[in-house]
């Protein structure tokens, strides 16, 4: 039907905001779906920021990138990584333009929410064995309970063997849980907060109920103890060099009749570190040296030595200039003055059974591709990381000529609460840093929700990205 002029003038003028489903070719389609099969499978297999390290540095080194403390010389079109203490690693292609005239880095983080063991964990309580957690991130505790958790992490023993523990994952394995109140006895319980009804001490994971046989004292913490010293060689004490992580046991899923969703836990940030990663093999010779972070310990503010608060990563980058043109005084901040960074971090999707929280001119929705970020922060974009309108419209047309789908969002109203990622941490080394992530319905629930479309499509944003001259 020929368009009036009222319908071509909207057309011209308004900012379309449409599903990407719409109109999307068959192969284009196929790809989706192709593409979300690999991202299933490691987000099922890598529930740690240590597993997907080891994962990611396999899939590196499998693409041809070498350990840059190996390479004497870095020339165009080399491929490097560093792994910094098994939590987080730095991958490069060097480009072919001077350093000096910046990199394209795209910075995601692989630590998820979840709960971790405190130093002394192991009790009896009424003749059953549970472990003490202390839980990482910001997690609504209520969704922690009376679902299935495995075990992943290390312990370091008192002669430095390193154990590394994954129990839960395979089909054959027990899991753990936290047993809740049952409703019948939860009258005070049910009249609580969301926020006190299970409290950060309720959640203690039960993990045996067989006593050892013997006239003592705690005789099912000793019969646990005993499986664990058989089975590990560990003794109670070990406990207190281990970084044990209890996680959802649950695989991850197609979502929904027509399979266009992903459900899986720790979407929340390995979703834009396994697009970002991906997108960096695609890569062979950029223009601009070509940088992918995948930080630890962003949940928890990023500090330490492998949060991106950390001078792990200047660390790398005095390496490759070292490596390159030869390093000097101030030239590290002269590459970051010139650099662009996408932080590639998830964002909160509009969620209808809440719409009261949401202004839905402002929104990120599934299915309409990655959320450009400007600022997070809370009430008065207070510790915001605020994008220059210039580097917005480097990236917004970048899109826009490449075929990337894009929306522009906040999350939630004004003073409903807020966020923040890694932004704000790069641009304050003078890199033009922009928030750009998949929107993910239920973050940080042991079950995240994502669009197929939007993973792909991130995928492609974040190649194009990295190809920018
Ligand atoms: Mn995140
Ligand atoms: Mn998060």
Redesign the pocket.
Known sequence: MEKNEAEKLKERLFKSKKNAWENISNEEKNNIYEFSKGYIDFISDNKTERECTKSFAKILKENGFKNIDEAENLKPGDKVYYINREKNIYAAIIGEDDPENGFNMIGA?MDSPRLDLKPNPLYEDTELAMFKTHYYGGIKKYQWVNIPLSMHGVIIKANNEKIEINIGEKEEDQIFTIADLLPHLASKQEKKTLENGIEGENLNILVGSIPFNGDIDEKVKLNILNILNQKYGITETDFVSAEIEFVPAMKAKDLGFDRSMVAGYGQ??RICAYTSLEALLDIHAPKRTAICILADK??VGSMGNTGMESRSFEYFIDKILEKTTGNSVGLKDKVFSHSRLLSA??TGAYNPNFSDIYEKNNESYLNHGVSIIKYTGSASKGGASDANAEFVGYIRNLFESNNIAYQVSEMGKIGIGGGG?IAYILANRGIDVLDCGVPVLSMHSPYEISSKFDIYNAYKAYSTFYKGE
Request: hydrophobic content about 10%; cysteine-free; glycine content about 0%.
């Open positions: 983080h929340d940030d962003e949940e971090d998830v990622t």
